[in-house]
């Protein structure tokens, strides 16, 4: 199976804006309709802003392209709890950190994966895998990296089995946890989201 891997702001600066909302129509994800929503209603005014890219994963399905997944990316502040990492990590962090007495915690600007989902309109989900999508996000954070430096990227995902234990098999580990804002809460299940770290120090793309 053969991917194409478009940046919406190429799409919408070709297509219009219009357009690129009708094309984005076909996206369905019922698993989490926080992912559906940000696509719809939130990535071209941030793809507009420069806030965040977002990337849409197409595949040819009976000779037509149709979006399969997308991962939205950023950069964005966090911070990482001293005691939840070792000492060998902390030494790697504090590299691009600053350590704060107060909240005891390493504050760091890192790349973040801030949306990720596969499109379950018309069955387009079976075309590709959950760890393919997650590897195109890291490819392009790991492209980015190898041109600025950095090393770490993060997620924050709701505290289910399924969904931590998969991006555990890809190479994260949970460091933290984020309360969710107000209106965050009607579009995912309990009171907060796990942050997930990762070193792409020894990624290959």
């Given at each position: ?36 929503y940000f696509l719809k209603e939130k ?99 790991k492209q980015t990296q190898n ?59």
């Amino acid at each position: 199976m053969s991917y194409k891997i478009v940046n919406l702001k190429d799409i919408y600066n070709t297509f219009g804006e219009d357009k690129t909302k009708e094309i984005l129509k076909d996206y369905k994800c019922k698993l989490n309709l926080d992912v559906e929503y940000f696509l719809k209603e939130k990535a071209i005014e941030f793809s507009k802003q420069d806030i965040s890219r977002t990337f849409l994963v197409l595949s040819e399905y009976k000779g037509r392209n149709v979006i399969v997944g997308y991962f939205a990316i950023t950069n964005k502040a966090t911070t990482i709890k001293k005691f939840v990492i070792s000492k060998t990590k902390r030494k790697k962090i504090l590299r691009y950190a600053e350590y704060n007495n107060e909240s005891k915690g390493y504050n760091i600007a890192l790349p973040l994966i801030g949306q990720l989902g596969k499109n379950y309109n018309n069955g387009y989900n079976k075309l590709i895998s959950g760890d393919n999508l997650l590897k195109f996000a890291c490819d392009k954070i790991k492209q980015t990296q190898n041109i600025i430096g950095g090393r770490y990227v993060f997620l924050e995902c709701e505290d289910i089995d399924k969904l931590k234990n998969f991006y555990e098999d890809n190479g994260f580990e949970c460091f933290g946890k984020r309360n969710l804002e107000k209106d965050e809460r009607d579009k995912n299940k309990g009171e907060y989201l796990l942050q997930m770290l990762r070193d792409l120090s020894k990624y290959n793309i």
